[in-house]
C-alpha cells in the first residue's frame, strides 16, 4: 500500500499539482482581462510563449556569460526582463489595436475576433525569433529528493522523485497568487480596478481613470503570462505551439472556476491539472501494488491516452458550461 501511495504521489500528485500552479497562473490573466476589459483574450497563450522567449534569450546569455543561482535556474534571474517585454508587446497591442475598438464601443465578439488575429501575430513573432523546436534553457539542480535517494532512506521498492521545477513552480504560484490578492484588496489601484470590474459607469463618475485601470490590468496579465509560461517551460520545454495549444485548458480552467473570479481561475486550474493527469496515467503500476499476483492487469489500465488530455479540459468544460455557465464560484456567464 505504501508503494501504491509513493506511485500515485510520484506520477500524479505532485506532477498534477505543478500543471495545476501553471494552468492557474494563466488562467488568473485570462480572468483578469475578462474581468476589467470584458473580453476573452485568445492571444493569452502567445502572450506566455513571448514573454517565455525573452526570458530564454537572456538566460542564454547570462549562461553564456557564466552567470548562475547555482542550484536554482537562471532563469529566475531573466524572468522580470521577460514580464517588461510581454508588457511592452501588450502596451504597444492596446494602443495601436484594442484602444480603437474599446473607443468604438465594439461588441465582445469583436473584440475576440480581434484578439484572434492578434495571436496569429504574436505565435508568427516568437517562431520567427526562436524557431519552432523545442528549447531547453533550465540549469542547476535537477532534483530536490531523488528517486534512489528516497529508496534508500525509505527501503521501499518504489522511489519519490521531486524536481526542483515542480517546487519552485509551487512556491512561485503561492507568492505570486498571494502579492496579486493583496494588491487587489489593499492597495487604492487594486481597488479602483475592482470597482470598475463591478460597475464600469459608477466607477468613471467616481473619478476612476479608465486608461490607468487598462494599462495596470496589462502590466499584471504580463507578469502572471510570463511567469506561467516561464515555469511551464522549466518544468517541461519551451515550444512556441505547445503554448498555443495550452491556450484550451487555461480557458477551461478560467470558465470552470467561472470567468472574472480570481479565486475560481486558481480552483479551476487545480481541477483542470488533476483531471487530465489522472485520466491518462496508466493505473497498471499502482494496481500491481494493491491487487494479489494472479489478480493483476494485463493492460495499462489507462481510461485515454497522454494524446487525448486536452480532451479531458474540452468535456469539463462542455459539461460545465451546459450545468452552470457562469463556472463554480458564479462569474460572469460566457
Not at 530536490?144 to 535517494?149: Q, W
Not at 480596478?193 to 487598462?214: H, K, Q, T, W, Y
Amino acid at each position: 500500500m505504501l508503494n501504491a501511495l509513493v506511485a500515485l504521489m510520484n506520477f500524479v500528485v505532485i506532477p498534477a499539482t505543478a500543471y495545476g500552479a501553471q494552468l492557474a497562473l494563466g488562467a488568473l490573466g485570462v480572468t483578469l482581462i475578462y474581468g476589467i476589459l470584458r473580453f476573452s483574450n485568445f492571444a493569452h497563450g502567445d502572450t506566455m510563449a513571448f514573454g517565455t522567449m525573452v526570458t530564454i534569450l537572456l538566460t542564454w546569455a547570462l549562461q553564456a556569460a557564466g552567470v548562475s543561482l547555482g542550484p536554482l535556474p537562471t532563469a529566475l534571474i531573466a524572468m522580470p526582463v521577460g514580464i517588461l517585454g510581454a508588457a511592452a508587446l501588450l502596451l504597444l497591442t492596446d494602443r495601436f489595436v484594442y484602444r480603437f475598438y474599446r473607443a468604438q464601443r465594439a461588441a465582445p465578439v469583436i473584440l475576440v475576433i480581434v484578439s484572434m488575429g492578434v495571436m496569429f501575430v504574436y505565435n508568427g513573432l516568437t517562431r520567427f525569433v526562436i524557431g519552432v523546436d523545442d528549447q531547453r534553457f533550465a540549469d542547476g539542480e535537477r532534483f530536490i529528493l531523488s528517486a534512489n535517494a528516497f529508496r534508500d532512506w525509505s527501503g521501499l521498492d518504489e522511489g519519490l522523485a521531486l524536481r526542483t521545477t515542480q517546487a519552485i513552480t509551487i512556491v512561485t504560484a503561492i507568492i505570486v497568487v498571494a502579492a496579486l490578492f493583496w494588491f487587489l484588496n489593499r492597495t487604492r489601484t487594486g481597488k479602483s480596478m475592482r470597482a470598475f470590474s463591478d460597475n464600469e459607469d459608477l466607477a468613471l463618475l467616481s473619478g476612476i481613470s479608465p486608461e490607468r485601470v487598462v494599462m495596470v490590468t496589462w502590466l499584471l496579465v504580463a507578469a502572471l503570462a510570463t511567469i506561467a509560461g516561464t515555469l511551464y517551460g522549466l518544468d517541461k520545454t519551451f515550444k512556441p505551439f505547445t503554448y498555443f495549444q495550452l491556450l484550451l485548458p487555461i480557458f477551461a480552467a478560467a470558465i470552470v472556476g467561472g470567468l472574472g473570479s480570481p479565486i475560481g481561475a486558481i480552483a479551476g486550474g487545480f481541477i483542470i491539472a488533476f483531471a487530465e493527469v489522472a485520466i491518462t496515467y496508466p493505473l497498471r503500476k499502482i494496481l500491481s501494488y494493491l491487487l494479489p499476483e494472479a489478480w493483476e492487469p494485463a493492460g495499462l489500465v489507462q481510461l485515454l491516452a497522454t494524446e487525448y488530455k486536452f480532451a479531458v479540459s474540452f468535456i469539463i468544460l462542455i459539461v460545465v458550461l451546459l450545468i452552470r455557465p457562469t463556472g463554480l464560484f458564479k462569474g460572469k456567464a460566457v
